[in-house]
């Protein structure tokens, strides 16, 4: 595919029709600039969405975000609705690392007077925070007990004292997607998971100190908690080895699903199965669980946050109040207005984010007006953004946004290039404090091997499905 196949729209969104391929079932549709589908077409994440829509049981249009990158399969920054119950689910579509998402925490601690306390609050956080490749977690649980966190998430962690109720109430499906089924989930998926709830992993995973830089829209700051100028976390995880295998397992289960249900695919990494079918169901149960592993991750992260940031300035300003948490890497049962009619599907975001706008049902209180926050991490030494869903984006992209800045260099290729003292040398001399659990894992994940965020950002505002709201600006940064 390349830029001759598409059709733009405006300048921030494009299309891709049915008529490119014969089998494709809904067409192709892009927000992006054409800077950003120039930096896009290097990679094949344009046939992949093109291959993502001939998926059976298709509405609508197969939505790309301009943090599109090549995936497994499916890109990421993709979005795909299904119809609800007879369409398939693709494991692929959703993601390995189940519910990745990102939690947003504020404090009443302004940045200059918290100067010279940053060093040991970046040591604290990088203590009480276990990172890295198989790393172990904060809390070792039995079997048993991990059960309990597949099947109630974060509910799971305010019974243990990890959560308060207004955790819960300012994340995404309340911390807890109802229907887990534990029991779909394999051993050696729990097995993986059971020793490493409370860590933060490796890769593009973080927990990041930024100070407010600049507010856009002072009425939905405000209802968030954030002024210019104060301190704010962002944990930036997902549900670890667990949600890892238990993609693996299903996407080699369904090699035989498709061929049972007749289904023909372009790329047999899009290996998918009907929803109503007790291949598609056992996927859901067990995707579902892992989405809760995921939630009581970054909440028993979010407690370890807290603590660090207690100890370092022993006051009643440093406790962090939750913004929200948003997850990424998910498929949805939802009812979205598609060509006129309400009706139920099943969005796979993969690398994409929700982002409901004002009155959507299940939004707390407060956001109901301003609509769902949006966070919206950058790379190490860039800006990070909070956003707010619109109407708009309900109406033409499944109340969806992007996700990140999106990668533009592989791994190997970021390692190829940049050196880890080099970079941390960088970084340091802007002032970002940084603890790193490898040098190499953090040249894989320097500023260089992502798209701009604030273009990014920009795109998805000026397209209509975001709106902003602030812009926060790195002072430490913690990676595995």
Known sequence: MNIENLIQISDYEWEIPTDV???????????????????????KSLDQAVNAATLPGLVGSVIVMPDMHQGYGFPIGGVA?????????????????????????ASKIELESARSHLDRLATLLNKYCPSGVGKEGALRVTTKELDHVLHDGSRWAMKNNFATEADL?????????????????????????????????????????????????ENAASIMGLWAGYLTVQIHCGSRGLGH????????????????????????????????????????????????????????????????????????????????????????IETHEVNGRRMKVCVHRKGAT???????????????????????????????WVLVGTKDSMARSFGSSCHGAGRVMSRAKAKHE???DALKKELEEQGIKVRAGSLSGLAEESPQAYKDVDRVVETVSEAGIARKVARLKPVAVIKG
Not at 24 to 30: C, N, Y
Not at 302 to 321: G, V
């Open 354 to 384: 929700r982002a409901f706008g004002p009155g959507t049902p299940g939004l707390p209180p407060e956001y109901q007006k301003i609509g769902q926050p949006v966070i919206i991490p950058g790379s190490m030494g860039t800006a990070s």
């Open 245 to 332: 295998q238990i993609c693996t397992d299903y996407v080699q289960q369904f090699q035989s699903a498709v061929k049972k249900y007749g289904i023909d695919l372009p790329d047999r990494e899009l290996v998918c199965a009907p929803m109503d079918t007790p291949e598609g169901q056992a996927y859901l149960g067990a995707m579902r669980a892992a989405a809760n592993f995921a939630f009581a991750n970054r909440q028993l992260l979010a407690h370890s946050a807290r603590r660090a940031f207690e100890e370092t300035f022993k006051s009643r300003d440093a406790y962090l109040h939750q913004v929200y948490d948003i997850c990424h890497n998910m498929g949805k």
């Open 418 to 420: 940049v050196r880890g």
């Open 81 to 105: 609705a299904t119809e609800f119950p007879g369409g398939v689910v693709s494991p692929g579509a959703i993601g390995y690392d189940i519910n990745c998402g990102v939690r947003l925490l």
């Open 169 to 217: 109430a300012r994340t995404e499906e309340s911390g807890c997607l109802e229907d887990a089924k534990p029991e779909k989930v394999s051993d050696r998926a729990k097995e993986r998971g059971r020793q490493q709830i409370g860590s933060l992993g490796a890769g593009n995973h973080f927990i990041e100190v930024d100070v407010v830089d600049e507010i856009f829209d």
């Open 21 to 43: 391929r014969r089998d494709m079932r809904v067409p192709v549709r892009l927000f992006a600039t054409r800077e950003l589908i120039e930096q896009i077409i290097s990679d």
